[in-house]
Structure formats: C-alpha cells, structure tokens
T-cell receptor, first 108, second 116 residues
C-alpha cells in the first residue's frame, strides 16, 4: 500500500467554482501534513500546512481527519491561476512522503 | 536570493552511459535532499545530506547511483551505468532546519533524465 494516495483527477472546473479533493495516508503515526503545489514542468512549492483543527489561507481550506487518516483541500472561487497539480505531503518520520498529485484545471 | 539550482535541466543519454546531475542548494542550507519522479508516479525520496554527511540514503535504488556533497555545499548525483528505468525527473531540495518542523523544502526545477 502506498504511503500517500490521491485521486489523480483531473478536476476541470469553471472560474469561480469550488473544488475539493482528498488524500489518504497509511501511517497512523504521521504527525505533519502539508499541501504542495506544482505547476507544469516546475518545482513543487509549499502551499500550506494542515493543522488538526483545520486552517484557511485565503481561498484555500485544509482539513485533517486523523481517525480516517485523510487530508482535504478545498479551493473557493477558483481562479485560472489555480490550475496546477496539488501534492499531498505527509511526514511519517522526518522526511517528506508525497502523493502522486491531483490535477486541477480551471477554465474561463 | 538565489533558489535551488540544478544542472542540467534535461539530459538525454543512451543506456549504459553515465550522467552526473548537479545541485546547488540555497546558501546556508545544511540539509540537502534528492528526490525522483518517474512518469506517472509520486515524487520519491532518494537521500538526505546534512552538510557533507549522508544522513539517510535508504531511497537510493541501487549501487548504480552515487551521491556526493563535497564540502557541504553543492551536491552531485551520478548514475553509472544508466538503465531505461532511471528515466525521470530528479529534484534537489534544501532546507535550513529540520523539515519535519516546517514541512518546507525548497526545490529546484529538476533535472529531466531520459535514457534511450
């Protein structure tokens, strides 16, 4: 079983829509969780951390469900610039474990 | 401030040849990581340096891969001899402190390796 699993998508949404997707992780001892964003043929960049109580950063909301071992990301009022691959990242030990990514395409 | 830089951005070689990838981390970052993404798969850890020392090389696929970080500055990753399954994007990343605290690694744009 993979350490981190994501729905690859793609999620094709119109501008202004809300899009949400999850990832699941296998190691129940994992303590730290993050979302990274990767644009086509570019490097991954940290988008936001995911806290136990859930957290927002502008139009982005991240949630953690430890009991079910999943993390979610919700994007409100989608912009064209949100088109990217979103990587779920879990730290089960001291190094990052990546999901394969969820592709989001926002169309005009 | 310069980010993580990698060279070459793209390399095309034949099976059996040797390739050396280079990574210059952000100045002052003691932690340097190599990751690899094979097409369609997730980014996978290869190894981790703290300064010039290998902290963890558990992700290195086999002994055809050799990573070095002389003087604790830039790092090289050599593949010798290259096989078809080595094709992918090799990412280098660096961090100042323990990544487990902040979760933030600064990645280079990657070196795309194609083995024919």
């Amino acid at each position: 079983r993979k350490e981190v699993e994501q729905d690859p998508g793609p999620f094709n949404v119109p501008e202004g829509a809300t899009v949400a997707f999850n990832c699941t992780y296998s190691n129940s001892a994992s303590q730290s969780f993050f979302w990274y964003r990767q644009d086509c043929r570019k490097e991954p960049k940290l988008l936001m951390s995911v806290y136990s109580s859930g957290n927002e950063d502008g139009r982005f909301t991240a949630q953690l469900n430890r009991a079910s071992q999943y993390i979610s990301l919700l994007i409100r009022d989608s912009k064209l610039s949100d088109s990217a691959t979103y990587l779920c990242v879990v730290i089960p030990d001291y190094k990052l474990s990546f999901g394969a990514g969820t592709t989001v395409t926002v169309r005009a | 401030e310069a980010g993580v830089t990698q060279f070459p951005s793209h390399s095309v070689i034949e099976k059996g040849q040797t390739v050396t990838l280079r990574c210059d981390p952000i100045s002052g970052h003691d932690n340097l990581y190599w990751y690899r993404r094979v097409m369609g798969k997730e980014i996978k850890f290869l190894l981790h340096f703290v300064k010039e020392s290998k902290q963890d090389e558990s992700g290195m696929p086999n002994n055809r891969f050799l990573a070095e970080r002389t003087g604790g500055t830039y790092s090289t990753l050599k593949v010798q001899p290259a096989e078809l399954e080595d094709s992918g994007v090799y990412f280098c990343a660096s961090s100042q402190g323990q990544v487990s605290n902040t979760g933030e690694l600064f990645f280079g744009e990657g070196s795309r390796l194609t083995v024919l």
